[in-house]
């Protein structure tokens, strides 16, 4: 199913663009097949979102730039891990939440590609909200996010601290549900130590699903 829409995705792409490429196991078909596209004889330039996706980018050929040296980006395919019915998001299952943020930010178009289990009624039903913070004072960090009612997590791997790319902390913060998700993004960003949240609020355009049923197509129209 993560194939299914991945691939998909590859459809939106015209020769000479600009893309951001999105980090995760969904965004890996995308990349996969792009460097088909590559080989025969499409000219892009890809912003990998992490240095993960920048080494699966280089193994399938595909030539890469930087957000300074190209700062108009046509296109930008990426992952999530839950999609709520207004197109929100949270993103950040793969710690790279933050450079994907900027990527979507400045991307004229950006789509995501999800299996269908990644749909939900609200967000924060079925996973934590990644919160990026600086390691310097993070305990108090991680208190002053616990006043949202949350139980906030380290995100660890085997047994240590999972580093990001940009060598910050990874604080996984697990509600219940997120009520409204448009001003917990604005609050979560307005504690000194955090870097970035992964809530993703009016940043995407569509949303391609990968069910048992084919294709499904989400966009914003559909839910004013
Ligand atoms: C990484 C992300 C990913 O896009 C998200 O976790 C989805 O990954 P996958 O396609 O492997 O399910 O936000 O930070």
């Known amino acids: 199913m993560k194939k299914l829409a991945g691939e998909k995705a590859v459809e939106h792409i015209k020769d000479g663009m600009i893309l951001g490429l999105g980090t995760g196991s969904t965004v890996k078909y995308t990349l996969e097949k792009l460097g088909e596209l590559?080989?025969?004889?499409?000219?892009?330039?890809?912003?990998?979102?992490?240095?993960?996706?920048?080494?699966?980018?280089?193994?399938?050929?595909i030539p890469l730039t930087t957000l300074n040296e190209n700062p108009e980006i046509d296109l930008t395919i990426d992952g999530a891990d839950e999609v709520d019915s207004k197109l929100?998001?949270?993103?950040?299952?793969?710690?790279?939440?933050?450079?994907?943020?900027?990527?979507?930010?400045?991307?004229?178009?950006?789509?995501?590609?999800?299996?269908?289990?990644?749909?939900?009624?609200?967000?924060?039903?079925?996973?934590?909200?990644?919160?990026?913070?600086?390691?310097?004072?993070?305990?108090?960090?991680?208190?002053?996010?616990?006043?949202?009612g949350c139980n906030v997590e380290l995100r660890t791997i085997v047994g240590e601290p999972f580093i990001t790319d940009n060598s910050n902390y990874i604080l996984d913060c697990e509600f219940e549900r997120i009520e409204d998700p448009e001003q917990l993004e604005k609050d979560i960003n307005n504690i000194p130590g955090v870097v970035e949240n992964g809530l993703f609020i009016g940043l995407v355009d569509e949303v391609i699903v990968g069910s048992k049923q084919g294709i499904m197509t989400l966009e914003k129209e559909v839910f004013p």
């Open 88 to 148: 929100n998001l949270i993103k950040g299952g793969g710690g790279a939440l933050t450079r994907e943020k900027i990527i979507a930010y400045h991307s004229k178009k950006e789509i995501i590609v999800i299996d269908d289990s990644k749909v939900v009624k609200a967000l924060g039903i079925d996973f934590p909200l990644p919160v990026e913070v600086i390691k310097y004072g993070w305990t108090l960090t991680k208190k002053v996010l616990e006043r949202f």
């Open 38 to 61: 590559i080989k025969e004889g499409f000219e892009i330039k890809g912003i990998p979102t992490s240095m993960h996706t920048k080494k699966l980018a280089k193994e399938c050929n």
